[in-house]
């Protein structure tokens, strides 16, 4: 389904007075991400954000679809151009994920972890997800960083019921949206200002500490066959190292993998 650029409505101001960031704030839109990918015009605006109360066709990774609920929760897009250009989002993925969990650790400590490639987990429930996506402009590559947390949700629909949780729902009380939004954007900035490929020893220690993949297995798909294997590290490119069943190493794998419930 294609949406088209004008689906959305309320766009409020462009420069957030409070934190002096080029956010542009909407109260609807089918999608932030979406947004920013339909709007050649902003793809050279370094970190401009896009946040919306509500979105009406939220996606996720593999046209899986976000939910979130509106005026409650966390949906938003930033556009990061890397000071180093990027082939492929991975290494950027990486960085949202440590953005996002050196923000929420301050609201829920222990418990929280990071699931390759693109999931916020509180124990093994998801809390928020990210997907970012590519564009090029005129100053090169650019990363449409989206990123999606539950916030104030406390009933989910009934296919992510056992499997979602909210800040509220681990915390037990409301917690103020936009404050959780700069949070993340403040880590994810200061991320972004070093950001080089290969990412830092210093990173990729932090991402592998915060992270429960390491040592989990999985199924993944390899020359066009179904596999099992272990999750063995991340490279400096944000792709995985993993041990097939055969204690084969596979090296900078990128595409999808399952992980099994044990
Ligand atoms: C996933 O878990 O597969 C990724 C979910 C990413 C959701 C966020 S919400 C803001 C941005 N806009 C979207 O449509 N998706 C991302």
Known sequence: ????????????????????RDIIFLDRVDSTNTYLK?????WDRSFVTVVAAEQTGGRGRHTRKWHS??????????????????HDPSPITVIAGLAAYRCLRRYCGKG???????DILYGNKKLGGILCEMVVGKRGAAVIVGIGIN??????????????????????????????????????????RDFRVPLDRGLLEEWTAASASIGRRVTFHLDGK?????????????SLVLIGSTGAIIDSYKDEIFYKLE
């Open 1 to 20: 389904m294609n949406y088209p650029p004008q689906a959305h409505t309320g766009s409020r101001q462009t420069i957030d007075m409070n934190s002096g």
């Open 38 to 42: 339909n709007r050649p015009e902003l």
């Open 69 to 86: 609920k509106p005026g409650s929760d966390l949906t938003f897009s930033t556009l990061c151009i890397p000071p180093q250009s990027v």
């Open 112 to 118: 929280l972890n990071l699931k390759w490639p693109n």
């Open 151 to 192: 916030v104030n949700s406390t009933d989910f629909p009934e296919e992510i019921s056992s499997t979602a949780t909210s800040l509220k729902t681990i915390t037990g009380k409301e917690h103020d949206v936009r404050a959780v939004c700069g949070g993340i954007l403040d880590e994810l900035s200061s991320l972004m």
């Open 226 to 238: 179904e596999e099992t294997g272990t999750i063995a590290g991340i490279n400096p490119d944000g």
